[in-house]
């Protein structure tokens, strides 16, 4: 008898995106691995349960009977995370979403800003801090996105620590993901000379984009360019998905942004 549907389980056209890389990792596990035994689990509900319990935030042993087994579910879980499969997708899906948009694979400009969120309660005390300026206790998220508003690169810092660290460490991503077309990276006031400095060994601009005077006192205004980066931190997947206070995974987050980009290669 076959299950009923979740809202999160992946659709025939979304699967048909991510199976053929899913599939050739199992290929390549079963050619390396002793027995040969290729397992009788089903992947794509392997990849509906991962999906289903990074929307809900749910614990491990809380998935399901309907899905499977949560223990297997774990079991390729941390396998995906350790061979890389989940970056590999999203890079993949990443080219595919700019080629819809007529763009080429990777970006010439970036948008790189950090946000401070609460930790959950039970993180441990040395991964957080607090971020004085902001007066917000917890863990510093920096994302570095495309003028599309993609995902290029992630960094979760305590909240302690100083926007330069989470910039140089979103500029070397940025550098590895997008090679010699990355050009220009746009940031706020927040990043200092370090990061210009370190873009410039990169061989590439750093452009601090500075608020109008005449905003002065307004509160938050959108600035020209950088407002994708703002509206990714605000509604993007990793909000979206689960308590945006709480720490995330690599993993996680790789398939909360890959969801969301199957979705908008099938829309």
Known sequence: M??????SDLSD?????IEPMILSWKQDRVARSATKDPGTCD?????????????TGCQWRYLPHDLPAWSAVFYYFTLWRKDGLDQRIQELLRC??????????????????????RAAA???????????????PGRKRGL??????????????????HDNAAGVALLDQAADRCGMRLEKALVDQGFKDEVIIHGALLDITVEVVRRNP????????????????EQVNAYGPETQSRQPCRPRDPLQ???AVSAALVSRLCS
């Open 214 to 229: 005449e905003d002065q006192g307004k509160g938050f205004v959108l600035q020209p360019k950088r407002w994708v980066v």
């Open 96 to 117: 595919q979403v700019r080629e819809k948009a007529r763009r080429l694979e990777d970006p010439s400009l970036v948008v790189i800003d950090t946000q401070s969120v």
């Open 144 to 161: 570095a996105v495309d003028v599309l508003g993609l995902i290029i690169g992630v960094v979760v810092l305590a909240a302690s620590a």
């Open 253 to 255: 987050r790789s398939l």
């Open 43 to 55: 992947l794509r509900e392997v990849v509906n349960a991962i999906f289903y319990q990074n929307r």
């Open 2 to 7: 076959e299950r009923g549907p979740y809202p």
């Open 13 to 17: 056209e979304q699967w048909a995106l």
């Open 122 to 136: 039970g993180v441990p005390k040395t991964t957080t801090g607090l971020d004085a300026n902001k007066r917000t």
